[in-house]
């Protein structure tokens, strides 16, 4: 066997130990974190919360101790995971937002969307802001304009108006206000999500019975 030989053999086998020692450890390192944290927890367990509850409620029996020192550090270990699992959540749509805001047409139906939902879907009291989805003879007598019926009101002499909010598109944030008399309502059977789907797509997005509407 040449010296060429041994060293390539050597050289080989000490890449297959410590290759296998390096597996070994990333298999066991888990396992080993783990151990030591329900210890740690079990240790707390015992070692404070139990004196603890035993000063308050007297000696309990030692099935009740068992039941709390395993009922105690899974709790623990269950409220972390809950918390964890929100912040990943909560960190995955961000990068979501963070990608999607990079596209030009997404970027604006997602922003306007996204402040449809922040701004008009849910007002204080939990409910719809929006209450009913019209048309109004707007900016002129023979155009339409979709429009959201947010309240009614009425005059000194008793004449019923129909407050009207009529969303720009695509950015439905933004828009006009307007007090309508009601016999100028053209009123719809289209929901309140349907016409906000309506004004962020800027028409794209119409409901199938839309051309039945006009």
């Known amino acids: 066997m040449t010296p060429e030989t041994r060293t390539d053999i050597y050289s080989k086998l000490k890449y297959h130990i410590r290759s296998r020692l390096i597996s070994g450890l990333l298999l066991l390192l888990p396992l080993l974190i783990t151990f030591l944290i329900l210890r740690v927890l079990y240790l707390f367990t015992v ?10 409620f007297g000696n309990m029996p030692d099935f009740l101790i068992f039941l709390i020192s395993i009922a105690v550090p899974l709790l623990i270990i269950y409220i972390i995971g809950l918390l964890a699992n929100h ?8 990068i979501g937002e963070k990608i ?35 048309f109004i003879e707007f900016p002129r007598k023979g155009t339409i304009s979709i429009g959201f019926i947010t309240g009614c ?4 002499a008793g004449r019923q108006y129909s407050k009207v909010f009529v969303p720009t598109a695509p950015n ?37 019975t839309f051309n039945k509407i006009l």
């Open 47 to 56: 070692g404070m919360l139990v004196p603890m509850l035993n000063e308050i």
């Open 87 to 94: 912040f990943i959540s909560r960190k995955i749509v961000s």
């Open 153 to 156: 009101t009425e005059d000194s």
């Open 172 to 208: 439905p944030t933004s828009g006009f206000f307007m007090i309508v008399p009601k016999e100028e309502i053209i009123k719809t059977e289209m929901s309140v999500e349907d016409g906000l789907k309506m004004v962020v797509s800027g028409g794209i997005l119409s409901p199938k």
């Open 100 to 134: 999607i805001t990079q596209v030009p047409l997404l970027r604006t139906l997602y922003s306007a969307a996204k402040n449809v939902v922040d701004t008009f879907s849910v007002s204080t009291t939990g409910t719809s802001a929006f209450k009913t989805v019209v």
